[in-house]
């Protein structure tokens, strides 16, 4: 398997704060990784620096497909083919559904922007019946769709998540796994940030664990879910 | 009469509708104010004239030529000058200051190149009036209301319909998500300074022969036209355009029935108690964090 996505000794600071202590990940082709940790752990700065959306890092390497990406505009990292889906969903609520997704494939001039249209409104048939609606009308569960279906029309290389089930409903939560899982069987891999770190563990092929900034286990999700410790701190009395 | 009064209002009008729609524009995109935008508008008279009358191109190369030099110069203002200051940590105020000192610099280089004088702007039509149902009316207001709606419609559509466009409106909304999509943000916002000064600069052109052309053309008009933008709701283009044709109507319909001596008097006075009574302007916009 090829390796797509290399973090290597990722430094970051907010100011003074030390956020990123030295965290190193990969992702291969075809995975789902999960980063699993509690709040304020460094989860979301992770991803926000991968994107490049928070300014420089201040030491390591970020490279994508063996080149680096560290340093790269926010638009340079996502025209290589690296989407993310944001905290909060930031979906751009006065613009309607159908141009939410269009500016999910804002770069591409390729042919098969139809196609993958259809892919996600197949995927959403809620969207397609909402096209034409102000995305800031949704409900909370079609927001998150929409900030999926939206990272999907960028036809991305690596599609990374962050906290995508927060503050939605139980039922929904698990309909969103699946779609994740659907996602990553049609061959985008996945690299997702969760706090719902069973739900996470289930689908993902690998999972790291990120305490105050650093990478304090990594494992095979399966056998971080038989891990005592990730019992007792992450994956609650189950 | 009625109906010259009413053309007459509704060119000013659009007017300062279209220079009010650049102060939304740039407020939407970089939650900025620039208030330089009146002097676009006149910097905008002086090149046309220029072109027009000294260089001898048809009026219509005149126009297109100063709005493409006046784009340039609005997204240059933010390229180069705003983004330099905001980048040093300049607070909001500083950048609206950098705005006024651009407006005085505009102005007086104007006086240095063009002279103090008004200057005239030869007409553009060979004919003084136009019979219109009856109606004798100046074809250069025509021009210049004509220009004013061509230019909303033509922004409107691109704003809506256009990727770029659309891009603009997303990136005003959400930078993160934006940036995080590979729309190049600060990209959109000297697009949207200079689609702000290109539009003052060419309404510029077109009211030239009808006021004349002068240094201090421009603040009137900014100043009426940012009212107008703060009456429809301020970073609401449609507001704007609302606003300015409010303000169009009651100074040229003040000026006919009472006296010219009052329309600011009142224009103004009503801009104030519209702000008492509806803070948020007619259209309440939901302006950027």
Known sequence: MTKLLEVKDLNFHYGEI???????????????????????????????????????????????????????????IASLGIAQCLEGRHIFGNLTVRENLDMGSYLRKDSKVKEDLDYVYNLFPRL???EKQRAGTLSG???????????????????????????????????????????????TPVLLVEQNSHAALQIADRGYVIETGEIVLKDSAQNLMRNEKIKDSYLGAS | MLIQLIIGALMIGSV???VGLGYGLIYKASGLMSLAQGDMLMIGAFLGMTFYKYLGLPFIVSLLLTMFIMFMLGMFIERILVTKLLAKGAQTVYVILCTISISMILQNGAMLTWGSNVMQFPSVFKTNTVNIFGYEIIPENLLALGVGIFCMLALHLFMTKSKFGTSMRAAAQDELAASALGINVPATK????????????????VIGPIFGVYTSMGAMIGQKAFAGAVVGGYGNMYGAIIGGMFFGFVETFVSAYLTSSYKDFISFGILIIVMIFMPTGLFREEVME
């Open chain 2, 190 to 205: 000297g697009a949207a300074w200079g689609i702000a000064s290109m539009l003052a600069g060419g309404i510029g052109v």
């Open chain 1, 141 to 187: 569960g079609e927001q998150q769709m929409l900030a999926v279906g939206r990272a999907l029309m960028q036809r991305p290389k690596l599609i990374m998540m962050d906290e995508p089930s927060l503050g939605l409903a139980p039922i929904i939560i698990q309909g969103i796994f699946e779609i994740i899982k659907q996602i990553n069987k049609d061959g």
């Open chain 2, 16 to 18: 300062y509708g279209l």
């Open chain 1, 128 to 130: 397609l019946e909402r």
């Open chain 1, 18 to 76: 030390h956020a990123l202590k030295g965290i190193s990940l990969d992702v291969y082709e075809g995975e789902i990784v999960t980063l699993i940790g509690g709040n304020g752990a460094g989860k979301t700065t992770t991803l926000r620096s991968i994107s490049g959306l928070i300014g420089n890092i201040t030491s390591g390497e970020i490279r994508f497909m063996g080149e680096r990406i560290d340093g790269l505009k926010p638009h340079k």
